[in-house]
């Protein structure tokens, strides 16, 4: 069966300071992966995806880059974290080929940046 | 650019009581998604929607699209606590169905289940 991990589960970072959060996927390849942000009053927005290996696609700007170094793994980082980075973040994964999106999800890192 | 409206934004409901939840698209569905979150955990899938009319059920919810495509629907039958939870629909945000882009999800319905 497939699993999804991400790590840390929550982070206190203060303004300025670099980040990098992980997701890794188990039991499956070739997945399209997601990062998402939701943060209290603006639902679930998709920040990056991809669909292999060094493929990344951003849905809109912002002081945050994703890369995906291996093909189950995915890595959302920053130079140098502003206020407005704190949310939910929460990583994603779907089958490649399908005709339809069903997308499973991780258990999410809660970051609150000071 | 396509938007999914969830009402209501909340509901508390007494258990045993039955609610629905709705989910309404400015654009044709191609497929529309139902999950559930509890706070600070990830979303849970519940149930997929793509064709016109088509209705499933799991267990005591069912979701229903509309033959329109622009409306889906999610019903509790006999609701108890443990269906407590935020509740968010999601669709297919190229417009076009397929497994390569994102999703786009409404804001949520944050349910309350009363003991």
């Known amino acids: 069966s497939q699993t999804i991990h991400q790590w840390p589960a929550t982070l206190v970072q203060p303004v300025g300071s670099p980040l990098s959060l992980e997701c890794t996927v188990e039991?499956?390849?070739?997945?399209?992966l997601y990062w998402y942000r939701q943060a209290a009053g603006r639902g679930l927005q998709l920040l990056f995806y991809?669909?292999?290996?060094?493929?990344i696609s951003s849905e809109v700007p912002q002081n945050l880059s994703a890369s995906r170094p291996q093909d189950r793994q995915f890595i959302l980082s920053s130079k140098k974290l502003l206020l407005s980075d704190s949310g939910f973040y929460l990583c994603?994964?779907?089958?490649?080929?399908?005709?339809?999106?069903?997308?499973?999800f991780g258990p999410g890192t809660r970051l609150t940046v000071l | 650019s396509q938007e999914l409206e969830q009402s209501p934004q909340s509901l508390i409901v007494q258990e045993g009581k039955n609610l629905t939840i709705n989910c309404t698209s400015s654009?044709?569905?191609?497929?529309l998604y139902w999950y559930k979150q509890k706070y600070g955990e990830g979303l849970i899938f519940l149930m997929m929607l793509q064709k016109g009319g088509e209705e499933k059920s799991h267990e005591k919810i069912t979701a229903k699209l509309d033959e329109k495509k622009q409306q889906s629907s999610l019903h509790i039958t006999a609701s108890q606590p443990s269906h407590a939870g935020i509740y968010l629909c999601?669709?297919?945000?190229?417009?076009?169905?397929?497994?390569?882009?994102?999703?786009?999800f409404g804001k949520g319905t944050k349910l309350s289940v009363k003991p």
């Open positions: 039991g499956t390849s070739n997945p399209n």
């Open positions: 654009k044709t569905l191609y497929g």
């Open positions: 999601g669709a297919d945000g190229m417009g076009r169905g397929g497994s390569q882009g994102n999703l786009i």
């Open positions: 994603a994964w779907s089958w490649t080929g399908l005709s339809y999106n069903e997308q499973f």
């Open positions: 991809s669909v292999g290996i060094g493929q």
